[in-house]
């Protein structure tokens, strides 16, 4: 992880004699995420490339803990981001499979099995650093700062088009949607981008209409979605289109971007802004990264999973590399060891570059890597890199900026704990 690829050890290991001279005990890892529903965008392509990973693992020989090589496997469980079911799934992964690392998306779907996990002492990891407090010790974020990333695309929005000035911002009342509408607002004030409407709708709606009318409303230059669900992202984009909107469209993901290209326009698509890139991308070639060959991986997953990419395919995948790094060099699965493995690399490389632990101040324990993240625009109907934005220089400049639009909306940890989850306050126009 921290001084050679991913694809290279595999390659390595695959030439090399396999140290375990029969079957040996497999490893379990959990998967419990949204496989359907509206927010399977970012559950099942986050699964499709975890098998890709099992499958090259287990082809290499296997997880090599102290001395002996052991077969991985990944059980999944589709809660739907609901979070009646994601008990279910949890104890099933605990109590029946009795996984090394329990992976999730997180959010609302990890409040209701927060201490049953931690009491468990089951290392988890989210996508949703939110999800972070000093009650989760065996919760990590390694992978991706949803939604602290989002600032290094405004920053550079504001650098690359100063004409733009006003900025029209909206977001569903979730665990995904609030702390997103709390970043958009600190990373819109920073750069000096005024607020002309804020919408938070019902994370249910699925009507356009209301939400983007009211947006448009004094002929805003910025649409923002924030962190709205990939159906809803289409919905408005698509409605926008219709209305006949002339600005700029920034969204957290854009996954299956290539379909609004069609139903909308290249022209139209031209420039809209998003955090997560293809793996195809050339400025991809040039990072210290935990695929030696990220194309190939790109390649690879639409071979077997064709028109299913999407902000997550390879987030569990990076989880999943850091933990096995962890593993291998604590030659242990114990939780205890295997965090401390991690702690104990110091910088590590993580999908785009050296990353260090970091969170106290935000969310009171350091279990978030955080680094540089890309800025990617659509370009001639292909989504491309135009910057990797570094997020501890943001937060050097505006953190304090942050926490108050967090406090705000009642997103910093101890205001959650408080709560029993999430909650928000502030003012805002309300769409059920």
């Known amino acids: 992880m921290t001084e050679s690829s991913f694809a290279h050890r595999l390659a390595v290991r695959s030439a090399l004699p396999r140290l375990n001279a029969g079957t040996r005990a497999t490893v ?11 927010v399977e965008s970012w ?19 296997g997880l090599l803990i102290d001395g002996q090589r052991h077969p991985v496997r990944i059980h999944a469980f589709d809660c739907g981001y609901d979070p009646d079911h994601s008990m279910e799934g949890a104890r099933l992964m605990v109590q029946r499979h009795d996984v090394a690392l329990l992976m999730m998306l997180g959010g609302d779907t990890f409040t209701p099995v927060r201490d049953f996990l931690m009491r468990s002492k089951v290392l988890t990891s989210t996508l949703l650093p939110s999800d972070l407090s000093p009650d989760t010790p065996w919760l990590i974020a390694p ?51 005024g607020l002309s409407k804020e919408i938070r709708y019902d994370p249910d709606l699925t009507d356009p209409a209301a939400i983007v009318d009211a947006m448009m409303e004094g002929d805003p230059d910025i649409l923002c979605w924030s962190t709205s669900y990939t159906p809803m992202v289409h919905a408005m984009t698509e409605y926008a289109y219709a209305k006949g909107f002339k600005g700029q469209i920034v969204s957290c993901t854009l996954d299956n971007y290539p379909a609004l290209v069609a139903r909308t326009s290249a022209e139209f698509m031209e420039g809209t802004l998003f955090q997560f890139p293809d793996f195809d991308d050339p400025m991809l070639r040039e990072k210290a990264f935990f695929f030696n060959q990220p194309d190939m991986f790109f390649e690879e997953y639409n071979r077997r999973f064709p028109g299913s990419w999407s902000a997550v395919s390879w987030e569990y995948v990076a989880t999943l590399e850091i933990w096995q790094a962890a593993v291998e060099k604590a030659g242990s699965l114990a939780p205890a060891s295997v965090l401390a493995a991690m702690k104990q690399l110091g910088q590590v490389t993580h999908a785009f570059g050296p990353a260090q632990w970091w969170g106290d101040e935000m969310f009171g324990i350091s279990n978030a890597l955080v680094g540089d993240w890309p800025v990617v625009t659509v370009q001639g109907g292909k989504a491309r890199i135009v910057e990797f934005g570094s997020i501890p220089a943001w937060l050097g400049r505006h953190g304090g900026l942050l926490r108050r639009e967090m406090s705000d909306l009642g997103q910093l940890w101890e205001q959650r704990l408080a709560n029993g989850g999430w909650a928000f306050s502030g003012t805002g126009d309300e769409q059920k």
């Open 28 to 38: 379990n890892i959990g998967f419990l995420g949204p496989l359907s529903g509206p």
């Open 143 to 193: 992978s991706e700062l949803h939604p602290i990333y989002t600032v290094t695309g405004v920053d550079w929005l504001a650098r690359a088009h100063p004409e733009l000035r006003t900025a029209a911002i909206c977001s569903q009342t979730d665990a995904l949607g609030l702390p997103s509408l709390a970043t958009y607002r600190a990373a819109f004030k920073a750069a000096g981008i």
């Open 43 to 61: 559950g099942l392509p986050g699964l499709n490339g975890a098998r890709i990973w099992e499958d090259w693992l287990n082809d290499a020989g």
